[in-house]
């Protein structure tokens, strides 16, 4: 158990210093010896746990990734947009330090889109639910539309160090979402 605990400990350290030199440089610039120096972990304990540093950068998302879906999947469910856009914001804030590294400067662009498109199934869904005359692919063309938009709200947000409550971010987000459906 006592093992556990170190390990733990040492990813833990690894993370936080990484995610401190992600915010000040991209990942293909961090190296192992500069990230050891910062956790204070030698270079041997992060080969135990880590084959590089684009390794550990995969986790941190994967896990990211991980979270916002597994919590989506009881929220969404026969849930509102409100409640939806909610858990997004609360998850947010709840990984602070990973989302300001992962929409920060230096963070994979790449990564906010992936998880944007994983969210479109069941958003869709949603709002099948709340327009069931509308087709398939204006949903699907309001989904890209507010999916990105929403995505540049959020990226402002944590930038911004999260300076507007979530509530209300969520609340903006579900406003301008119910004004896109009520335009189609």
């Excluded at 986790?59 to 919590?71: F, V, Y």
Aim: proline share 4%; glycine share 4%.
């Amino acid at each position: 158990m006592k093992q556990d605990h170190r390990v733990r400990l040492t990813k833990l350290l690894l993370r936080e210093g990484f995610l401190d030199l992600l915010l000040e440089k991209p990942v293909s610039k961090i190296t192992v010896k500069e990230l050891c120096e910062k956790a204070d972990v030698n270079r041997a304990t992060f080969y135990a746990h880590y084959r590089d540093i684009f390794d550990l950068h995969e986790e941190i998302e994967r896990d990211l990734a991980h979270t916002i879906m597994r919590s989506l999947s009881t929220t969404l469910p026969g849930k509102s947009l409100s409640a939806f856009s909610n858990e997004i914001c609360r998850i947010i804030v709840d990984n602070e330090r990973s989302c300001q590294a992962i929409f920060g400067e230096h963070g994979d662009p790449e990564f906010p889109l992936r998880v944007v498109e994983t969210l479109r199934e069941s958003s869709v869904a949603l709002w099948r639910q709340q327009r069931p005359e509308l087709p398939e692919a204006e949903l699907d063309r309001l989904y890209t539309f507010m999916a990105n938009g929403c995505l540049a709200v959020v990226r402002a947000w944590v930038q911004d160090d999260m300076a507007d409550s979530p509530e209300d971010i969520a609340r903006f987000i579900e406003k301008m979402t119910d004004s896109g459906l009520a335009a189609l």
